[in-house]
């Protein structure tokens, strides 16, 4: 049974960074595209960042370019989502997924069929 699993998420003060692991544990999913994704309280779940299968394409929410990059590791089953110059507002729970859909839709939840259970991070001011 193929899971996800995110990990490295914490409390962190604004204008510092962290480093989200999402491991993938079973079949290998080098051949899907991944995604992060994050839920506020009171708000919906919403796209941050997507990666292709061979790594070579990303793509970004407009609010996190610049500041958050996603790459992945193949040989390691493993995405990472590096968050740089946090702010308050990045203050959700944390979810990374697997998709096969066409890299056109990556940006939208309901692409994705598998996902992590979520890693906090909280961002103080």
């Known amino acids: 049974q193929v899971q996800l699993v995110e990990s490295g998420g914490g409390l962190v003060q604004a204008g510092g960074s962290l480093r989200l692991h999402c491991a993938a544990s079973?079949?290998?999913?080098?051949?899907?595209?991944m995604g992060w994704f994050r839920q506020a309280p009171g708000k919906e779940r919403e796209f941050v960042a997507a990666?292709?299968?061979?790594?070579?394409?990303?793509y970004y929410s407009d609010s996190v370019k610049g500041r958050l990059t996603i790459s992945r590791d193949n040989a390691k089953n493993t995405v990472y989502l590096q968050m740089n110059m946090l702010k308050p507002e990045d203050t959700a729970v944390y979810y990374c997924?697997?998709?096969?859909?066409?890299?056109?839709?990556?940006?939208?939840?309901?692409?994705?069929?598998?996902w992590g259970q979520g890693t906090q991070v909280t961002v103080s001011s």
């Open positions: 997924a697997s998709s096969s859909a066409d890299s056109g839709i990556l940006t939208r939840p309901n692409a994705y069929n598998l």
């Open positions: 079973g079949r290998t999913r080098i051949r899907y595209a």
């Open positions: 990666i292709t299968p061979d790594g070579f394409s990303t």
